[in-house]
């Protein structure tokens, strides 16, 4: 009974964390494809080989449904997977929709015409592969009208995270909240658009200031795939549950135990 989680690295762990606690029965393999991280200055055509890379080591593994907990693999290569290279009996979902829907209002499934919503000033922080792919974006506009979005790619986050430089990582954060603000000055709320960020989400609120409503995905995504699982339960495969990296399996462990602060033990992939 296994569901994959994939990610270009460890980000995906936070998404990994909050499905895991809100889906308690279900078995999940987590794949990081350490070896190839990051994706986010990666042209769209390698980022679309890799996940499709990666997703099949995690459906010949026995997911039948896997995530990318991973907005970079969400935006350049979710739609082109899903339209010409995932199997028929195979599920490929991304983290883009859960938190779109949250922050323009909407239930699961709600296809009426985009309306005005609560907020009009948003800020998206992202990898540079994810705001060029304008796939937020694009999303938004066929649920939310009159909303204006500022995209900030903030380059050399996820690198310094992988490393485990949180000085470097927060040094980078502050830079590109600031770089944000001087295009727009008061956003009302702000989008982490990188599963990596969640791990640095106290930075980003203080360097944004308290009246902005920070979103971030894994509790959403957590919500949406309990509610997908509810309603597809043959997508719960067979496999047993685990940590798989493309990288030294060593290294991405010890990194892991740091981030989540338990014991991780990754094997390669
Ligand atoms: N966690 C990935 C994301 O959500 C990081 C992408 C990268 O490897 O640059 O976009």
Redesign the pocket.
């Known amino acids: 009974m296994a569901v994959g989680i994939f990610?270009?690295?460890l980000?995906?762990l936070t998404v990994w964390s909050a499905v895991q606690a809100r889906l308690p029965d279900v078995d999940f393999v987590y794949l990081a494809d350490s070896a190839h991280?990051?994706?986010?200055?990666r042209t769209p055509d390698d980022i679309y080989e890799l996940t499709c890379a990666a997703t099949q080591k995690l459906f010949d593994s026995g997911c039948n449904l896997v995530v990318l907990?991973?907005?970079?693999?969400s935006a350049a290569a979710l739609r082109r997977m899903q339209e010409s290279w995932v199997p028929k009996d195979k599920r490929v979902l991304g983290?883009f929709v859960p938190l779109i829907e949250a922050m323009t209002e909407r239930q699961w499934g709600d296809n009426s015409p985009p309306r005005e919503v609560g907020v009009n000033h948003v800020a998206l922080f992202?990898?540079p592969?994810?705001v060029s792919s304008r796939a937020f974006q694009r999303e938004l506009a066929f649920r939310a009208i009159g909303v204006d979005v500022e995209a900030q790619a903030c380059g050399g986050v996820?690198d310094a995270i992988e490393e485990g430089d949180m000085i470097l990582a927060e040094a980078l954060v502050r830079s590109h909240v600031d770089a944000l603000k001087r295009k727009m000055p008061d956003p009302q709320a702000a989008i982490l658009?990188?599963?990596?960020y969640p791990l640095m989400q106290d930075i980003f609120q203080a360097a944004l200031g308290a009246d902005v409503q920070v979103f971030s995905q894994a509790n959403l995504v957590a919500e949406s795939l309990a509610d997908y699982l509810e309603r597809h339960p043959a997508m719960i495969g067979e496999g047993a549950p685990g940590f798989l990296t493309t990288g030294d399996p060593q290294r991405v462990s010890s990194r892991a135990t740091q981030f989540l602060r338990r014991e991780m033990s990754f094997q390669a992939a």
């Open positions: 990610d270009s690295g980000g995906g991280t990051p994706y986010g200055v907990a991973c907005n970079t693999a983290v992202a990898t592969a994810t996820v658009g990188c599963t990596h």
